[in-house]
Each structure stands twice: as structure tokens, then as C-alpha cells.
Nanobody
């Protein structure tokens, strides 16, 4: 079992930055690919970013390419999502997730989920 806890969300203005963190416990995250998803009110949960077990490769959804960066520190059992140039349409609850498989944009591919952290971007 892996427990994931997100932190770092908040209320910011358009153009600002936030750094989300996802702290894991129970097992080493080096055994898992890590992803970030988000869910806005009334919308489905959508893929944001993914990083491989060793951190050597990252994949991003088109809306966040060039603005968001996913990273991980396996020694600290934590992964991160750096979000720059935030836009109002980035407003959502952000979730981190762990998968024992490879990259997938589908939430069902992920075995473990955090509880989410709210990000609100005002215009």
C-alpha cells in the first residue's frame, strides 16, 4: 500500500506560480511511475503530467506544456509539480497518483491516489 498526500495548493493570481508536492509513505515511490491529474467542478478528472520511475522521462498534457514541470526525489519519497504562468482555466483540485504500469493518461491505470489539493487562479 502507498499513501499519498498532496500539499502546496492555494489561491493565486493569473501569471503566478505554485509548487505542489506529493509525499508518499508505505512503500518507495521508486517502484512507481507518478502522475498528476486535475478535476475542475463539473468536469472529468484529466491527466496533467507523468514521470517515469527513474525521473528520466516526463509527459505532459497539451494545455500545460511549457508551463508545468513534473519532477521527483526518490530519496525523499516525494514528487513535485511546478506550475508557472498559471491561468484561470488551471483552477481545479489537483491529485497525485502512482502507477505500477507505464505512462497512461487514464485515471484507471493508477493504483494509488492522494486526497487532492485545491488550486484556484483568479483573473
Amino acid at each position: 500500500q502507498v499513501q499519498l498526500v498532496e500539499s502546496g495548493g492555494g489561491l493565486v493570481q493569473a501569471g503566478d506560480s505554485l509548487r505542489l508536492a506529493c509525499a508518499a509513505s508505505g512503500r518507495s515511490i521508486s517502484d512507481y511511475g507518478m502522475g498528476w491529474f486535475r478535476q475542475a467542478p463539473g468536469k472529468d478528472r484529466e491527466f496533467v503530467a507523468y514521470i517515469t520511475r527513474d525521473g528520466g522521462s516526463q509527459t505532459y498534457a497539451e494545455p500545460v506544456k511549457g508551463r508545468f514541470t513534473i519532477s521527483r526525489d526518490n530519496a525523499k519519497n516525494t514528487d513535485y509539480l511546478q506550475m508557472n504562468s498559471l491561468k484561470p482555466e488551471d483552477t481545479a483540485v489537483y491529485y497525485c497518483a502512482a502507477t505500477s504500469g507505464g505512462h497512461s493518461p487514464a485515471p484507471v491505470a493508477y493504483n494509488y491516489w492522494g486526497q487532492g489539493t485545491q488550486v484556484t487562479v483568479s483573473s
